[in-house]
């Protein structure tokens, strides 16, 4: 169960069991490391490191000392200016998820709950600063307790990749004995995503562009693996499923698979969008219709509040059961934030992650 970082009942944690004993010290200066930008466009054109003032918590909200800053399409979009031009704010420090331990918080919040391991989600939605920086403030609601047992860096890997996939699985109700396809499925969400099907009773075939990602895949829980660069995904889908199709897609990038859904898809099937690498898609509408197929959109930044909340309790005693293999990181140093950027458009195996 996710203990909501409000509550005043908690203690702190075992300091005997956290291997970072210096992410408990308090700020020595007024200033703080961070990454920022002013303007969007390229990494290496945009992206600067220097020296930010340390953030105070206000009433409702704590302050983490930042371990990990997780690196996400979504981020690297907004900074290169693919999901919007114009910038939000006169100053954005990037990045959504993180992990850490919470230093400091306002008057309302237990002093508990100081010492504790926590990952992030949502850093940086509709916020100006993220979590590529040493410190971040943000709502309580916004970081949940990280378990004794989850590294920083599974922490820091965990907020918008589990949670779509969480979110992507979930939707479709009742896997059991069904087949999700899952493009994508050597990525971060789509590790997940087969994961969770795969424990929720489906048959999972997964479409990957390499040898090497077919074997994360496999290693994940995939049943059947699809080379989309040597196979056509449609006409294979259908032969592994002895013409049915499959049930559920978990689509990654519906700009580039949707022509071929009329194909993929069996009578009543479902597709859960939750990415797409250009901002138009077309889609066959007669086999479509035909075959009383459901599309389904969302991001994960913007779930109602108890949908929010169910899907943190659920990936809690994911972590807590120790039930999920965790993507492979790649981690940088902050110095290096705009190789980890460019690392994430050219299509990231695993996560990227951003020491602090």
């Known amino acids: 169960m996710v203990r909501a970082a409000d509550s005043s009942e908690a203690g ?12 408990y010290a308090h700020p020595e200066s007024t200033r703080v490391r961070a990454s920022f930008y002013t303007a969007k466009g390229p990494a290496r054109d945009v992206l600067q490191v220097g020296e930010l003032p340390t953030p105070s918590p206000a009433p409702g909200e704590l302050r983490v000392r930042v371990a990990f800053s997780g690196v996400n399409p979504s981020d690297v979009k907004a900074r290169a200016g693919v999901s919007g031009p114009t910038m939000p704010y006169p100053r954005v420090i990037p990045h959504s998820d993180g992990a850490g331990v919470i230093d400091a ?6 002093s508990g709950w100081i010492g504790r391991r926590v990952w992030i989600f949502n850093g940086q939605w509709d916020r100006a600063a993220g979590t590529a920086a040493e410190y971040i403030v943000l709502p309580a609601s916004l970081v949940v ?14 907020g918008i990749p589990l949670m779509t996939a969480y979110h992507a699985i979930a939707w479709c109700g009742d896997v059991r004995n069904r087949t999700v396809l899952v493009p994508g499925a050597a990525g971060s969400v789509g590790q997940y995503a087969v994961q969770l099907a795969k424990r929720n009773g489906a048959r999972v075939i997964a479409t990957v562009s390499s040898e090497a990602k077919a074997a994360r895949a496999r290693a994940a829980g995939a049943d059947e693996v699809v080379n989309y660069r040597s196979e056509k995904v449609g006409p294979r889908v259908r032969e592994l499923t002895q013409g049915h199709g499959a049930d559920f897609v978990i689509e990654v990038d519906a700009a580039a698979n949707a022509p071929a859904y009329g194909e993929i898809l069996a009578y ?22 035909s075959s009383f197929a459901t599309v389904y959109f969302f991001i994960v930044y913007r779930l109602k509040a108890d949908v929010l909340l169910e899907t943190t309790r659920a990936v809690t005693t994911l972590l807590e059961e120790g039930a999920l293999q965790h993507p492979d990181t790649k981690i940088f140093p902050l110095e290096d934030i705009a190789a980890a950027h460019e690392l994430v458009e050219r299509g990231a195996d695993g996560k990227v992650l951003v020491r602090l």
């Open 12 to 23: 702190p944690c075992d300091y005997t069991r956290c291997p970072e004993p210096l992410l």
């Open 105 to 110: 918080v306002g008057k309302d919040i237990g």
């Open 145 to 158: 307790v990280l378990p004794d047992s989850v590294s920083f860096e599974h922490g820091a890997s965990i």
């Open 268 to 289: 009543g099937g479902k597709v859960v969008v939750y990415g797409s690498g250009q901002g138009t898609i077309g889609m066959p509408f007669r086999p479509l219709i």
